[in-house]
C-alpha cells in the first residue's frame, strides 16, 4: 500500500503519548481522523484538538476508519487492543511502545495489514510540555519497505530524528532509555527529598536548584562529549571527597548511599578515561566503592 500524507490515521489510546503524536502530525499536515480510547472521554479530548477528527467509543469502529493505527496504549493493552480490530490487507498496525517487539502485532499480520513501531524517545508527563520537546527527539522504528520510509518521514515532519531498531534491540534500547528517563527522575526525586529532610528546603523548591544543574550537566555533555564534558571529584581523584560523600549519604539511608556509589561506579571508567586524575586514585575509588556496596546489601 502507498502511505502519504494524505493517508487516513487513527489513534488507539489518548493519553498524553496518542495525544502529543496525534496533534503533532495534524500540525505537519497528516490527516489525523479517528480516535477511540479506555476511556471516551479521552478520545473526546484528542479529537476536539485536531480539526475533522472524531470520536469513537468503539475501537474496532474507530479502526475501520483509518488506513494506518497507531496503538498508543500501555504496553500490556497492545496484543488485546490489536485482536478486538477486524484488519485487512489494506491497513497498517504501528504500535509506540519503546520495549515491545512487533511480535503484540501478529494477529493484523496474520490478515494482511503491514507492521512496525514508532517509539518517541521522550517524557510526556503532559501534552503541551511535551509537543514543546518533541522536536529534536529521537524515534525509535520498527517495519520494512514503504511503511519505514513512511514512519522516517513522519519522524522528520514533526522534527525528530529516526533511528532503525530491531525487535531484539528493543529491551535494551528501552532500558537505556528509562535510566535516562523514569530512572533519573526518581534518582532527583530523592534527592530533592533529602534536601527537604536534612536540610530543610522543601522538596519542590529544592527542584528549582536541583533543575538548573541538571540542565548545565546535560549542556556540558552536549558541547563536550564524553569523555571531555565528565566532570566532578572522580574526574580529579578526589578520594576524600568520595568519602565523605558515601558517609553522607549512608547516614540518610542504605538505599540512598547504593543510589550514589552503585552509579558512581558505573561511571568511574569514563572519569578516567578523561586523563585527569592517576591510575593508582582511580583504582582506590574503585575498591571504595566496591567496599561500601558490598559492606551494606539493601
Request: glycine share 8%; hydrophobic share 45%; proline share 3%.
Amino acid at each position: 500500500m502507498d502511505f502519504d500524507k494524505s493517508t487516513k490515521i487513527a489513534f488507539i489510546g489518548c493519553g498524553a503519548v496518542g495525544k502529543t503524536l496525534a496533534v503533532a502530525l495534524s500540525r505537519s499536515g497528516y490527516s489525523v481522523v479517528a480516535a477511540s480510547s479506555r476511556t471516551y472521554k479521552s478520545a473526546q479530548d484528542l479529537a476536539s484538538r485536531i480539526t475533522n477528527c472524531r470520536s469513537y467509543e468503539s475501537i474496532p469502529e474507530a479502526a475501520r476508519q483509518a488506513d494506518l493505527i497507531f496503538i498508543t496504549t500501555f504496553d500490556n493493552a497492545i496484543e488485546p487492543v490489536v485482536n478486538s480490530i477486524k484488519w485487512s490487507s489494506n491497513q497498517a498496525a504501528v504500535h509506540c511502545s519503546g520495549a515491545s517487539s512487533l511480535d503484540v502485532l501478529k494477529a493484523a499480520e496474520a490478515h494482511g495489514a503491514v507492521i512496525g513501531s514508532f517509539h518517541p524517545l521522550q517524557a510526556f508527563a503532559g501534552v503541551d510540555d511535551a509537543l514543546a520537546a518533541l522536536p529534536g527527539s529521537t524515534f525509535g522504528i520498527e517495519g520494512e519497505g514503504e511503511l519505514k520510509d513512511y514512519l522516517t518521514q513522519l519522524a522528520l515532519d514533526v522534527g525528530g530524528n529516526p533511528m532503525f531498531l530491531q525487535s531484539s534491540d528493543k529491551p535494551l534500547y528501552h532500558a537505556s532509555a528509562v535510566t535516562l528517563g523514569g530512572v533519573l527522575m526518581g534518582q532527583i526525586a530523592v534527592i530533592a527529598q533529602i534536601w527537604q529532610d536534612r536540610l530543610g528546603v522543601e522538596r519542590n523548591e529544592a527542584l528549582k536548584t536541583l533543575i538548573p544543574m541538571v540542565r548545565g550537566v546535560t549542556d556540558a555533555l552536549e558541547a563536550n562529549g564524553i569523555p571531555n564534558g565528565i566532570a566532578g571529584p572522580y574526574v580529579r581523584g578526589d578520594i576524600e571527597t568520595v568519602k565523605k560523600h558515601l558517609e553522607a549519604m549512608r547516614s540518610v539511608g542504605i538505599q540512598e548511599m547504593q543510589m550514589y556509589a552503585t552509579t558512581a561506579l558505573a561511571g568511574i571508567k569514563f572519569a578516567a578515561e578523561k586523563g585527569v586524575c592517576k591510575t593508582e586514585d582511580v583504582k582506590v575509588m574503585k575498591e571504595l566503592l566496591n567496599t561500601y556496596i558490598n559492606k551494606n546489601p539493601i
